[in-house]
């Protein structure tokens, strides 16, 4: 499976608009990948709050219909990042979605973890509540975004749901580049399972996104590692390579904790 990370750059002065189409035209060149994935709220920046209330739309709003109109044109299976969801009760979410090669809303995501310690995202959206994994040919892949890469438990469940790529989608800063790096290692070790995880690159709202996006194995091993700017990372992945993990080191098998295999008083 053929894998291609767009790094994409949200720098101040862009219009969303302008945003849109460029994402799309880099959509349109990973015609040869099976799976394309886009960083977090990539149509506005991820710390530019100010900008959740003017930018949010529906569902099926602009960043939908062009998104949609990318994956059908490329023919690929499309992670088309997040973007501000108003729902039908007026509330925001930072809202994922998944594209079939024919274009059509294959999931959705919302953000369970929001980020802000009680400021910015933690109070201007709210919290999705469901995890969500798509079936693909040869994968099945859990969604996670930026923050959610924090806790694990959302990870293991997302790998008992079936999960055996997990895909992180984000709007990381650059100054905890080195939480970034060694918290999607890991997520890949511990759920055995490849990590694709796709970051913003540029700065926004006086924010510098890390970049280096990753693709790591479920071993642990970095197959490859961007840079800080705009770039897109393409790597051939051997969807066989989760089932032999786990099988050639069992761990999962020993889990107590969470399964309903520990008596309760013990």
């Known amino acids: 499976m053929r894998a291609s990370l767009i790094q994409f750059a949200v720098n101040e002065g862009e219009s ?17 990948s099976d799976l394309v994935v886009l960083p977090e709220l990539w149509t506005v920046g991820a710390f530019s709050y100010e900008q959740f209330e003017t930018e949010a739309e529906p569902l099926d709003g602009p960043t939908y219909a062009a998104m949609s109109r990318a994956a059908r044109e490329a023919g690929v299976w499309l992670h088309a990042g997040s973007f501000v969801e108003r729902a039908g009760d007026g509330s925001l979410y930072n809202t994922a ?15 369970i973890h929001r980020f802000g310690f009680d400021q910015g995202e933690a109070v201007l959206m709210s919290a999705g509540d469901s995890l969500t994994t798509v079936t693909l040919p040869e994968q099945t892949l859990g969604l996670a975004t930026c923050y959610d890469l924090r806790f694990p438990e959302l990870f293991r469940g997302l790998v008992d749901a079936g999960a055996t790529t997990l895909v992180v989608s984000a709007g990381w800063p650059a100054r905890r580049r080195a939480h970034w790096n060694l918290l999607n290692r890991a997520r890949a070790v511990e759920d055995q399972a490849y990590v694709l995880a796709c970051g913003l690159a540029g700065t926004h709202a006086g924010v510098e996104q890390a970049g280096h996006s990753l693709v790591i194995d479920p071993w642990g091993e970095v197959l490859a590692e961007a840079g800080p700017g705009e770039t897109v990372l393409t790597v051939d992945l051997d969807p066989a390579k989760v089932a032999e993990t786990r099988e050639q080191f069992p761990a999962l098998k020993d889990r107590r904790l969470g399964t309903g295999g520990v008596p309760a008083g013990a």
């Not at 969303?16 to 040869?32: H, K, M, N, T, W």
């Not at 979605?97 to 995501?109: C, D, F, H, N, Q």
């Open 16 to 32: 969303v608009d302008s945003r849109r189409s460029r994402a799309a035209g880099l959509v349109r060149e990973q015609a040869g």
């Open 97 to 111: 979605l998944v594209l079939s090669p024919a274009g059509e809303l294959a999931a959705t995501y919302r953000k």
